[in-house]
């Protein structure tokens, strides 16, 4: 009978969820509420909110930018290593650069999106 009941407990302390869960929903629940404060203050403040979405469409326009001069990098780096491949290789050097750069290209827009 002793043992029935260090087992029952044993499976009922188990099939408890770990501390480690408690401290995830905690810092769940803090980030929750400092994203509300936060939101609370530029709400508030409107020149605050207005230099935010200024701020903003800058990172976006030089995310543009810098994503535009890799395509060019891109193209001037495919267009030299045509160049300087031999003849007899540059059907098959297109086709390799073609294939690497849309892998890159891919991944660029993936990331953005």
Do not use: C, H, W
């Amino acid at each position: 009978m002793p043992g029935d009941i260090e087992k029952k407990l044993g499976n009922f302390i188990s099939s408890l969820p770990s501390e480690e869960l408690y401290f995830e929903a905690l810092r769940d629940i803090l980030k929750d509420i400092v994203k509300e404060y936060i939101k609370k203050k530029i709400s508030e403040d409107k020149n605050l909110r207005k230099e935010i979405v200024n701020v903003l469409k800058e990172f976006i326009e030089a995310k543009v930018k810098e994503y535009d001069s890799m395509a060019r990098m891109t193209r001037i780096s495919a267009k030299l290593g045509y160049s300087l491949a031999p003849e007899s290789l540059k059907e098959e050097a297109l086709s390799n650069f073609m294939s690497v750069f849309q892998k890159e290209i891919e991944e660029i827009i993936k990331k953005t999106l």
